[in-house]
């Protein structure tokens, strides 16, 4: 239930309150008692290209794996693009980094690179992006430097299938409209051919 969420961590089932929901962003604040666990704290300062950073996430339903990559700079709306590998049922999970030695929230996952060949989409092992923590910071709304990212705890994501275009100008972000658009065309691959995408999963 979106609205009475349970959130899972270290095999026990705790009570999540949504405390605001930004769908211009696809970004929900969740309130989660963490039995005084650690919380990461939200990276202060923006990320230098090359900066090692680890997805971690819970693809395809299953157990949790974290993915090192390297970050590769912003695209046009400002969201954060890396090599760490994610696939479906990743999005919403934290992006992690190092700041002054100490590891920190420097984004949430958000999609992955996908090409179209032949009518089929597949996936870019190295492409990711990410809603950066300078983004999700002024949401919060407060000066309090932590934050909970989504967590689906069902067994099989909810993905939808992608939407194309038959042709967006290279480096056109399209996907910031009225209308939610699950795939946004990049930049042409030299082939008339092959189209690389952002593919985003849907959550209800």
Not at 78 to 85: E, F, M, N, P
Request: net charge negative; aromatic share 10%; glycine share 12%.
């Amino acid at each position: 239930n979106i609205r009475s969420p349970r959130v899972n961590f270290n095999g026990k089932d705790h009570p999540g309150y949504v405390l605001f929901i930004n769908q211009s962003k696809d970004f929900a604040m969740l309130e989660v008692s963490t039995d005084g666990q650690y919380v990461v704290p939200l990276r202060q300062q923006p990320l230098a290209e090359t900066d090692t950073v680890w997805a971690v996430g819970f693809p395809m339903g299953g157990g949790q794996v974290v993915n090192q990559g390297e970050y590769e700079g912003l695209i046009e709306d400002g969201t954060l693009h890396t090599t760490a590998s994610v696939d479906h049922g990743q999005s919403g999970g934290g992006l992690i980094s190092c700041e002054n030695g100490h590891h920190v929230l420097a984004g949430m996952t958000t999609g992955f690179g996908a090409i179209r060949a032949g009518g089929e989409v597949i996936r870019l092992d190295d492409y990711s992006v990410a809603l950066s923590s300078m983004d999700i910071e002024p949401l919060m709304g407060s000066d309090q430097h932590q934050a909970v990212a989504y967590v689906d705890t069902r067994e099989e994501p909810v993905v939808t299938e992608p939407y194309y275009e038959e042709y967006i100008p290279e480096a056109t972000l399209a996907g910031y409209s009225d209308e939610p658009i699950d795939s946004v065309a990049m930049s042409k691959l030299g082939s008339a051919e092959y189209y690389p995408y952002l593919y985003y999963e849907e959550h209800p």
